[in-house]
């Protein structure tokens, strides 16, 4: 049969059986809620990748969710960045997502990575709608920050960077933030280290090398003071909720 045929056939089986794609409305109404940051909506409209409203686009039931996730990815990578996200950044996350789907093996492995990624990307969306209203030289040194995580953070480079004057940059950052420079960098670091402890087998050690810390003893202080445990503690416990949440997936 040609495409045409294959084309009427499908559509008189999913006639005949009521077996129906996503209506569009409710489609377009989850990607726009991850662009808008908006949790509630996300929760609403976001379907499970086994329901059968999506579609079929492999017999390999395994390679059938990892199709859709990717498509799922993709798109909201793309209203993202419609929605402020920066390029860059969307493609990269898009990418991580992407590849630790490449290690997924199991159904109950690619259902969490599949609401992680969407998780993640409402969130930071959520995050950047509350930046709407900051002055440019705020935004601009919260993305340097974002896209300096694995350096040292020293005012004097975005600063310039930015070409204003440092003193200025501090006092219109707090206004405006309600906290620091060096205190909102440290903030991403510690949420951006929080996720690696959980999704990934880097040593405590290496991840405070990777996002610049003076020393791995400093690193743990900051960490406890941020979430009121260590690093080692806060990994034991949160992959002790990756099983639980599996289990229940599974059962």
Do not use: W
Request: aromatic share 12%.
């Amino acid at each position: 049969m040609d495409k045409e045929q294959i084309l009427s056939y499908k559509l008189f089986l999913q006639q005949e059986y009521a077996n129906y794609h996503l209506p569009y409305d409710s489609e377009m109404g989850f990607y726009n809620a991850v662009r808008d940051g908006n949790f509630p909506e996300v929760k609403k409209h976001m379907k499970p990748l086994t329901s059968h409203e999506l579609g079929k686009l492999s017999t390999n039931p395994i390679r059938n969710l990892k199709y859709h996730l990717i498509i799922t990815i993709a798109m909201i990578t793309r209203f993202c960045i419609e929605g402020g996200m920066q390029a860059e950044a969307a493609y990269t996350l898009s990418d991580i997502y992407i590849q630790q789907l490449d290690h997924c093996n199991e159904i109950e492995e690619i259902t969490l990575l599949h609401q992680e990624a969407v998780y993640d990307f409402t969130e930071r969306m959520q995050k950047i709608r509350k930046c709407v209203g900051l002055s440019r030289n705020v935004i601009k040194t919260s993305e340097y920050i974002y896209n300096h995580l694995n350096q040292k953070i020293v005012l004097d480079d975005i600063s310039k960077e930015l070409k204003v004057n440092k003193s200025y940059l501090c006092e219109l950052f707090k206004k405006e933030t309600g906290i620091t420079v060096f205190q909102y960098a440290t903030k991403l670091k510690i949420e951006a280290a929080q996720k690696m402890l959980i999704y990934t087998e880097y040593a405590s050690a290496d991840i405070s090398n990777y996002f610049a810390f003076s020393s791995h003893s400093h690193f743990i202080n900051i960490f406890k003071k941020h979430t009121g445990s260590t690093p080692n503690e806060y990994r034991k416990l949160h992959y002790q909720q990756y099983l639980d949440n599996t289990n229940k997936i599974s059962s």
